[in-house]
C-alpha cells in the first residue's frame, strides 16, 4: 500500500487541524494505520493507531481525548483530528500502515510526512 499525507500547517495554540492520509491499492482495508510524528532533534514516536476494522484504537497518553484517529475503507483514508494543540505537538507527522488487525507492533508502509507547526 502507498500512503500520502497532507493537511499540516501553522496553528496557533489551542487551535485544530486535520491532518489526511490517502492510500492507493485495493487492500487498504486488511491494513491497520498509525500516525507517527518526529520533532526536531527526537525519536520519531507513535501517535495514534487504528485496527482495519476500527475495533482497535490507541492513542499516546499526551493526546488522549485532543486526537481523534478514524477511517474510511471504502475512501482509502485515514484522518487524525487534532483539537486543542499545544506547542509540543509541533512535528512532522507522517502516517503508517502494517498488514493485519492490530494497529501495534512495527509498521511496514510510510508516507512522506507533513509538517505541523503551533504557535504559542
Known amino acids: 500500500v502507498q500512503l500520502q499525507a497532507y493537511g499540516g500547517g501553522l496553528v496557533q495554540a489551542g487551535g485544530s487541524l486535520t491532518l489526511s492520509c490517502g492510500a492507493s491499492?485495493?487492500?487498504?482495508?486488511?491494513?491497520?494505520l498509525g500516525w507517527f510524528r518526529q520533532a526536531p532533534g527526537k525519536e520519531r514516536e507513535f501517535v495514534a493507531g487504528?485496527?482495519?476494522?476500527?475495533?482497535?484504537?490507541y492513542y499516546r497518553d499526551s493526546v488522549k481525548g485532543r486526537f481523534t484517529i478514524s477511517r474510511d475503507n471504502a475512501k482509502n483514508t485515514v484522518l487524525l483530528q487534532m483539537n486543542s494543540l499545544k506547542p509540543e505537538d509541533t512535528a512532522v507527522y507522517y502516517c503508517?500502515?502494517?498488514?493485519?488487525?492490530?494497529?501495534?507492533?512495527?509498521?511496514?508502509?510510510w508516507g512522506q510526512g507533513t509538517q505541523v507547526t503551533v504557535s504559542s
Open positions: 491499492g485495493r487492500t487498504f482495508s486488511r491494513y491497520s
Open positions: 487504528i485496527g482495519r476494522s476500527a475495533d482497535i484504537i
Open positions: 503508517a500502515g502494517r498488514y493485519g488487525s492490530n494497529p501495534t507492533g512495527n509498521y511496514d508502509y
